[in-house]
């Protein structure tokens, strides 16, 4: 039997898929309640609100939203975005900083030019004295973005990071195939709906994946971002942290608008937070897996169309 959280996600995320629903939910902007997950449509939005999350004594890393392009010149133009985001951040003092999908510098059109792009971006954020995180999307595009991960890496060590996701199967192997490399990891549990055959189905098991991988993340790479707003989990990462010694190389994460309570606690115990704060006008899909990762979140839709 599959667990009941997946059983949410896989329909929340069918539905969201029909076009219907996504025109529905667009033609409303941010007011559905993607304003609580968003820091809005410009770049100018972005920055404030890290500027405002900086003042609280957090991190950020910003993300211009956007995956899956269908064309290279729109590729072109995200990579561009991320190189202004990248001075932008710089200029201001906030921490050159960014994270981005591949699929939206155009991996599933063609990889080779998507390595072209996403090593531009790599090469102003290592001339900032910046970073820049490949995030993970679905399990299909996994290899390539390790490829990616793999050249990049090499040439720019210490400027760029890559995300894995503790509900495949495969994570571990993946995870022991780039401890040579010092790699600097974000775990996090996965947002997409992946079939029983590559991704523990059950919530327990996802969990227990994260706690192993965490282990020998904080072990063995150069860096490890915990990125979860799991009680549980935060309270293991601790202890394990202090465990390896860890303190200096390893981060929590948390989305933009998630938890905002448990954030700040971790901040005043003296944690080192970074919040992902994504931006832009094609947000809908960072939304529905948003809305996907809790029940509750479908209220703030429903509200909005009532109001
Ligand atoms: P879990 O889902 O068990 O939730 C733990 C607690 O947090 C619960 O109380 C839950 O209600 C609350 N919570 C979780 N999500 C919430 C939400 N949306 N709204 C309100 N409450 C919520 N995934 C991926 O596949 N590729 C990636 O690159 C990334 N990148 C990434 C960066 C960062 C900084 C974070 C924090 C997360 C990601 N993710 C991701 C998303 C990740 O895979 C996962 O889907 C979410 O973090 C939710 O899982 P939790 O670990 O929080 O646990």
Known sequence: MLGSQLVFRRLILGVAGNPLVSRMVTRHGLSLGARRFVAGET???????????????????????????????????????????????????????????????????????????????????????????????????????????????????????????????????????????????RLCKGAYSEPPSVAYPRKRDVDASFLRLLELALREAAFTAVATHDERIIREAKRMIVEADARGRAEFQMLFGVKPRLQQALVDEGWPLRIYVPFGTHWYPYFVRRLAERPANLAFVLRGLRG
């Open 43 to 185: 770049l100018e939005e972005g920055l404030r609100v890290v500027a405002a999350l900086r003042a609280r004594g957090m991190s950020a890393t910003l993300d211009y939203l956007g995956e899956k392009v269908t064309d290279l010149a729109a590729a072109r133009q995200a990579a561009s975005t991320y190189c202004e985001m990248l001075r932008a951040l710089s200029a201001a003092g906030l921490g050159p900083n960014v994270s981005l999908k591949l699929s939206q510098l155009g991996l599933t059109i063609d990889p080779g030019a998507c390595l072209a792009d996403v090593r531009r971006v790599v090469e102003v954020a290592a001339e900032l004295g910046g970073f820049v995180r490949l995030d993970m999307e679905e399990s299909a595009l996994v290899d390539d973005t390790l490829t990616i991960y793999r050249a990049l890496v090499r040439e720019f060590p210490g400027r760029v990071g890559i995300v894995l996701q503790a509900y495949l199967y495969r994570t571990q192997t993946d995870l022991r195939g780039l401890l040579p490399l010092g790699p600097n990891v």
